[in-house]
Structures are given as C-alpha cells and as structure tokens.
C-alpha cells in the first residue's frame, strides 16, 4: 500500500537531487577551493583522479579559509545585517500593507473576488525587470512622484538610491507573496464564528482580533516567510533602486563573482547566505505539511 506514496515521493526527491542537491555540492566544492588567476578563475584542492587517497589528504589540509575570511571581513558582516534588517522590514511593511488588502478581497462577492485577485496576480505577467525599473521613472528628482508633489504645491523628495527607496521596491515587488496566502486563509473562514461571536455580544474589532487574527496566522506565516526569504538575496532591487548605504548580500555576490573574479569567496558567501535561510525554509515547509494535514 505504501508503494504508489513511494513512487509519487520519487519524482520531487529527483527534482530537489537535481536542482537543489547538486548544485548546493557544486557550490560547496567551489567554496572550499583556491583563488586563481585563470579561466575559471579557481583550483580545485582535490584531484579525484587520486582516489581515496586524495580525499584523504583534502581533509586533513582543510582549512576553511574562505570562510574565516568571510568572518573576519566587516564588510560583508555588515552587508548581511543589511540584507536581514532590509527583509525583516519589508516583509512588515508587506504584511501591514497586504493584511488590509486580503481582508478586504475575502469579504467582497464571489465574482468581485476574481477581478481583485487577478488584479493582484497581473503584475507577474511582466518582467521583474521592467517593473523594476518603472519605479525608476517614478521616483527619480523629475520623475513622476514628484511630478504629482508638484500639482499639490508640496516641495520634492529625493528618494531614488536611497534606502527608502530599496524598501519601496521590496515591499512592491513581494506584496503579491504575501497578499496571496492571507487571501487564501481568510477566504476559508467560516463567518458562523463571527456571527456567534456577535451573537454573545463581542464587538468587531474584538471578534477580529479573537477570531479572524488567530485563524489567519498560517496565512501570515506562509506570506512572511515566501516575502522574507526572497528578500534576503535580492540583488536586482538594491542595484536599480539602492545608493551607497544600500549594500545587500545578493549584490555582493555579484560583485564577487563578475567584478572580483573570485569565485571560491562568492561560494563561500553565497553557502552561508543559504545556511542562514535554512531555519525559516524548515519553517515554512513545516507550516505547510500541517496546513496540508489540517486540509485532509
């Protein structure tokens, strides 16, 4: 009985091999090998024409330097803080902001809903890119932001590469992750909890915050972590939008592996950056397995 669950389990654990595994080894490998100038610009530290043996003296001469570098270097101690503290915000701001927008879809008509809905999925229909750089246009010193400031009689703002700005295109870019899992946890409320709610006399924002607020909270996990993990290693956001202050990882990265040419160090970055989405990636797999358990 247990062999169709093992077969339809084969495929996605051939997906992760292929797609996650080996290149997470490949990576790995690189990160453990030495700067060179060559093409590619590395030398790998064991020859595996040599067999055991050659493993065996690969981990007796393993040092880790690309790593202890990685620590002792501040600049990249303060980039990923940056990228932490630039995701832990947006993905507030995406929650304050797409809370509101998936309650408010949750409780419009059936055909209402769709339209809504649609209207939130429509910007996945153009490149990343383009709406990157449409905010560009929209915030530049003559751009349309001010433009609009301008009809009110209200003084410009200068936010293009600023921090604020690398925030706007965030919390922009992900608030369709976050709005669409809430959207999905609210729309399977049962208002009969609300109507007894009302019917023992709670008022609504008591009957929200002790009914819709906790039976929404998978939704908010759900929304937070697909924002927060993402978020982290952005790189196109920071590099369009972002200044000097602005420095996140995925843009060190880049640097590292197209400016510096070196490669091992980048893989060295880029393998801490995914040790330390690991715990909220469990988590999220974590809540989905029990909201898959709750459905059964």
């Known amino acids: 009985m247990n062999r169709p669950r093992s077969r339809a389990a084969l495929l996605p654990a051939l997906w992760l091999a292929i797609f996650f595994a080996f290149p997470f080894l490949l990576v790995l490998r690189l990160s453990l090998s030495d700067t060179a100038l060559a093409i590619p610009p590395y030398t790998p530290r064991i020859d595996w024409s040599g067999g055991w043996e050659a493993i065996k003296a690969f981990l007796a001469a393993l040092d880790l330097d690309m790593y ?5 270097d501040r600049l ?8 932490l503290r630039f995701a832990a915000t947006g993905t507030i701001l995406a929650l304050l902001v797409g809370y509101p927008m998936a309650y408010g879809m949750a409780k419009c008509r059936p055909g209402v809903r769709s339209v809504l809905l649609m209207l939130v999925i429509l910007p996945f229909w153009t490149s990343f890119l383009i709406r990157v750089y449409a905010w560009v246009g929209i915030l530049k010193p003559q751009g349309l932001l001010n433009g609009f400031l301008g009809m009110l009689h209200i003084p410009p703002v200068d936010l293009l590469y600023t921090p604020a700005a690398v925030q706007i295109g965030l919390v922009y870019s992900y608030l369709p992750f976050m709005v ?4 999905a946890a609210l729309e399977r409320l049962d208002h009969t909890l609300l109507e007894a709610a009302a019917d023992l006399g709670s008022p609504p924002w008591k009957s929200f915050w002790q009914v819709t ?5 998978p939704g ?4 937070c972590l697909l924002c ?12 369009l939008l972002g200044g000097p202050g602005s420095l996140m990882i995925g843009r060190s990265i880049w640097m590292e592996f197209f400016a510096n040419r070196d ?15 690991i ?12 909201a898959l358990e709750g459905g059964v």
């Open 263 to 277: 490669w091992p160090f980048a893989s060295a970055v880029a393998i801490v950056l995914l040790i330390t989405l």
């Open 228 to 239: 927060f993990i993402p978020m982290v290693g952005e790189f196109v956001i920071p590099d």
């Open 220 to 223: 908010v996990i759900a929304g």
């Open 279 to 290: 715990a909220p990636i469990l988590l999220y797999q974590r809540q989905q397995a029990r």
């Open 180 to 183: 669409l899992p809430l959207y």
């Open 68 to 72: 202890r570098r990685l620590g002792g």
């Open 76 to 83: 990249y101690v303060d980039a990923f803080l940056s990228s």
């Open 213 to 217: 607020w906790p039976l929404s909270i």
